[in-house]
C-alpha cells in the first residue's frame, strides 16, 4: 500500500448504521399558480364547476421529493426564481403544495421573510409574544425568554417601539432572536439573514452551530457559498422546475458554479447534473493538463507534500484561437470545500498568455512555501476572460489535482487551515527597555527546519 493510501485508508470496518427515520419527508412536491390576478383567479375557482384544468397552471416546481433526518444541516441552492423560498413556505406549511404533500415529525422555526408574521404597528415586545403565541407558547413560557430575546437582538429601547421605526437589520435581528428563543427540532432560514450586519450574522451562526452541535436540523437557504459549506453537511439545488441535485456541498456547489457560468453563454447547453464531470466551459481555450510537482526532487504528481515546502501547479493549455485577454487561475480548496487560497494572472498583472492560436504552452504557480495546514486538499483551475469565470469561461475544471499536507515533525504541531509564521517572546516589555535578555523564546517561521 502506497504512502498516500496509507493516509486515506478508507476501509470500513463497522456495520452500516440503522436507517433512521426522516425527521421531515417531502413527497412528491409541487406547487403552481394560476393566471390572472387574485380576484379573478378566487371567483373562477369560486363559481366555476368544472374540475381544475392543471394544464393552465404556472408551476414553480414538481415532483420534488427528499428525506431529511434528524440533525442534518441542508443547504438550498439555486438562482432567484428556482423555487428556494417557496419550497421552504411549503416545508413549514405557511402555503400549501398544489400537488405532493409533506410529512414532519418534529417542532418547526422558521425566520423567512423579512418581517413575515409582524405587526408593524406593535413594538418589538408585542410582536415577540405575538410570534411566540402562534407557535403554541404558552404566556409563561415567553415571559421566561423575553428578557433574552431582548438581550440577543441589540436594538435597545426600540424593542418597546413600534415595527415600523426599524430598519431592515433591526427588523431581521427581532426576528432572528424570536425564531431562535426555544431551541426547536427545525429550524428553517431563508436568505434573510443577508441583511443583517456582518457582527450580527456572526453572532447568528454561532447560535446555529449550538442548535446544530445540540441536534437541531438545519435548512438553510443562502447565496453565499462559505456559508453553507460551513453550516451544511448536505445541499439542494432547485432549478427548471425540479430538483436538479443533492448531493454534498462541494459537489453541489461545483455544478452550481458551472451552471452560473454557463448561462453567460447563450450558444452553449447546459450539462445534466448525472454527466457533469466537475468540467464546464465553451472550450475556446483548455487545459491539457494539470500536475503539482515538487520542486526539490523534482518529481511529478507525489501527492504529498510537507507545510512548508514548496510546490508549483504546472498548467498546460492551449488557446484554440486567438485570445488576447485570455487569463489562467488556480483555486485551492479543503476536503470540506473551503476555499483556502486563489489567484489567477489578472490579478498577478501577467498578460499575453494567449495570442498564440493553436500552440501548446505551460504556465506555473510557485508555491515557495505551502503554509497550509495537515489534510487533504484539491485544486480547481480556470481559463476565463476578465477577473472571473463569471465573464466568459473558457475551461473550469474542478478536482484537477488531489494532493496531502503532512507536518514534518512532531515539533512543528499546530492546528487549523494555515502555517503562520509566529514568534513567540516572553516578557516583551523588559526586554524592548533593555531591562532583562529574553527567558524563552520560540519561532516557527520555517516549518520545514
Known amino acids: 500500500m502506497t504512502a498516500l493510501n496509507l493516509l486515506h485508508d478508507t476501509t470500513d470496518t463497522q456495520p452500516a448504521a440503522p436507517r433512521v427515520a426522516p425527521i421531515l419527508r417531502a413527497i412528491n412536491l409541487g406547487k403552481a399558480y394560476a393566471p390572472g390576478r387574485g380576484r379573478q383567479v378566487a371567483m373562477r375557482r369560486l363559481f366555476s364547476t368544472k374540475a381544475e384544468d392543471k394544464t393552465d397552471l404556472r408551476w414553480v416546481f414538481r415532483n420534488v421529493s427528499f428525506d431529511i433526518a434528524r440533525g442534518e444541516a441542508i443547504g438550498i441552492i439555486g438562482i432567484n426564481g428556482a423555487g428556494k423560498s417557496t419550497l421552504l413556505k411549503l416545508l413549514t406549511a405557511t402555503a400549501m403544495p398544489t400537488e405532493g404533500s409533506v410529512e414532519c415529525t418534529g417542532e418547526i422555526a422558521a425566520l423567512l421573510e423579512l418581517g413575515m408574521g409582524f405587526h408593524p404597528d406593535f413594538t418589538g415586545r408585542q410582536n415577540a409574544y405575538l410570534s411566540g403565541q402562534t407557535q403554541g407558547r404558552t404566556r409563561a413560557q415567553i415571559d421566561s425568554v423575553i428578557d433574552a430575546i431582548r438581550e440577543f437582538a441589540e436594538i435597545g429601547d426600540y ?137 526539490r526532487t523534482g518529481v511529478v504528481n507525489q501527492g504529498i507534500f510537507r507545510v512548508g515546502e514548496p510546490m508549483t501547479v504546472r498548467l498546460t493549455y492551449t488557446a484554440h484561437e486567438a485570445l488576447p485577454d485570455l487569463v489562467a487561475g488556480v483555486l485551492i480548496k479543503n476536503r470540506v470545500g473551503a476555499d483556502a487560497f486563489g489567484t489567477n494572472t489578472w490579478f498577478l498583472g501577467i498578460k499575453e498568455i494567449g495570442e498564440q492560436a493553436g500552440v501548446q504552452r505551460v504556465i506555473e504557480f510557485q508555491f515557495e512555501q505551502l503554509n497550509l495546514g495537515p489534510g487533504s486538499y484539491s485544486i480547481a483551475v480556470a481559463l476565463h476572460r476578465d477577473m472571473n469565470h463569471l465573464a466568459e469561461n473558457y475551461d473550469w475544471w474542478e478536482r484537477a489535482a488531489i494532493f496531502t499536507v503532512v507536518l514534518p515533525s512532531v515539533a512543528t504541531h499546530f492546528i487549523g487551515t494555515a502555517a503562520l509564521p509566529l514568534k513567540v517572546v516572553v516578557d516583551p516589555v523588559a526586554i524592548g527597555a533593555g531591562v532583562a535578555t529574553p527567558a524563552t523564546t520560540g519561532t516557527a517561521s520555517d516549518p520545514t527546519s
Open 159 to 295: 424593542f418597546d417601539l413600534p415595527l415600523r421605526t426599524y430598519s431592515s437589520g433591526m427588523g431581521v435581528r427581532l426576528a432572528f432572536s424570536v425564531a431562535t428563543a426555544f431551541r426547536p427540532d427545525i429550524l428553517v432560514v431563508d436568505e434573510a439573514l443577508a441583511v443583517g450586519d456582518a457582527y450580527f450574522q456572526h453572532k447568528s451562526f454561532a447560535r446555529i452551530r449550538q442548535f446544530l452541535d445540540e441536534g437541531t436540523t438545519l435548512l438553510f437557504v443562502s447565496h453565499d457559498p462559505s456559508a453553507i459549506k460551513s453550516l451544511c453537511n448536505r445541499a439542494l439545488l432547485m432549478g427548471s422546475g425540479e430538483l436538479l441535485m443533492d448531493a454534498s456541498p462541494d459537489d453541489v456547489l461545483d455544478y452550481y458554479n458551472a451552471m452560473i457560468a454557463e448561462r453567460t453563454l447563450a450558444h452553449e447547453k447546459a450539462a445534466t447534473p448525472e454527466s457533469f464531470d466537475g468540467r464546464s466551459g465553451n472550450g475556446k481555450a483548455r487545459y491539457d493538463a494539470v500536475d503539482l510537482v515538487a520542486p
